[in-house]
């Protein structure tokens, strides 16, 4: 495996290897890295983890990896991402790729995992990937955490983005887990209209979620004993100079739109995190 990283990390990666902080156990692992300006080889497999927002550099940054036969695994949230790499590499090269983990980068380069939930779900979306989904999910079956092969990744990826939507929306707007809104007066109202406005652009799309999805997704977000919130908010916390906004949240609103949906509170709660990137460039 080869990590295409920016210099500054390359440096810390070189000198310190790959170190996870981790629930499960700490790991240590020398790896093998490469520059944008370096991609000199063909991969099988191109596994992109970058940030929503640096998307658009990151395409460029593969493009000289990707050769006839390879395929590229998102593991991003929402669906703009999978709209820009069809445009640029074709359907037929991007699998469906789903994460649910919590991590983040420490400050001296390590990566803490934050829990001990870890699951990983892939699956092709056009019939040419399907024995190349099946290899690579043979690779990842052999890791640690739970790993699926999916048949309708499509579906999942709309189910993991209704719950990431709605999550970031409430938990970002008000600075606080989902315990903590939902411990306030009108904190379960705000949550569920959230739900409620996600789940009508999936809806219009041509993705219903399923009762067993609908569950899935209230256990987690109406959970008045939860100290879950989305990363973006742990971001919003730290000062992050960029945060997944536009991805996250901009995207389901002009899906909404195109469909003649109503979303008053993803409104708001969109205009919160523009005002926070706005506050960031000015300062």
């Not at 790499?85 to 699998?95: A, E, K, P, Q, S």
């Not at 092969?149 to 189910?159: F, G, K, M, V």
Request: hydrophobic residues 45%; aromatic residues 6%; proline residues 3%.
């Amino acid at each position: 495996m080869t990590f295409l990283v920016r210099p500054k990390r390359q440096e810390v990666l070189q000198a310190n290897g790959i170190a996870v902080k981790s629930v499960s156990g700490d790991t240590l692992s020398n790896v093998k890295t490469v520059l944008a300006e370096d991609v000199d080889a063909r991969y099988d497999l191109v596994l992109l983890t970058c940030k929503a927002y640096d998307l658009k550099s990151a395409i460029a940054s593969i493009a000289p990896a990707v050769a006839e036969n390879s395929v590229i695994l998102p593991l991003l949230n929402g669906l703009a991402t999978y709209d820009a790499l069809d445009r640029h590499f074709g359907r037929h090269r991007v699998l469906g790729g789903i994460a649910y983990i919590a991590t983040k980068l420490l400050p001296n380069g390590d990566i803490a995992h934050l829990s001990p939930f870890d699951k990983l779900i892939i699956g092709p979306r056009d019939p040419v990937q399907t024995d190349a989904a099946r290899k690579i999910f043979e690779c990842f079956s052999r890791t640690a955490g739970d790993r699926t092969l999916s048949e309708r990744i499509e579906a999942q990826l709309w189910e993991k983005w209704v719950m990431v939507c709605a999550g970031a929306a409430a938990t970002c707007l008000m600075r606080a887990t989902i315990g903590q809104i939902m411990h306030t007066a009108r904190g379960e109202h705000l949550i569920r209209a959230l739900i409620s406005e996600c789940q009508q652009v999936a809806r219009r799309s041509g993705f219903a979620l399923e009762d067993a999805a609908v569950c899935s997704l209230e256990s987690s977000l109406l959970d008045p004993d939860s100290a879950w919130a989305a990363s973006m908010m742990r971001d919003i916390d730290i000062g992050a100079q960029q945060i997944e906004a536009d991805a996250i949240v901009g995207d389901m609103i002009q899906r909404a739109k195109q469909h003649s949906i109503d979303t008053p509170y993803l409104d708001v709660a969109y205009s919160h995190l523009q005002a926070y990137g706005l506050q960031r460039t000015a300062s």
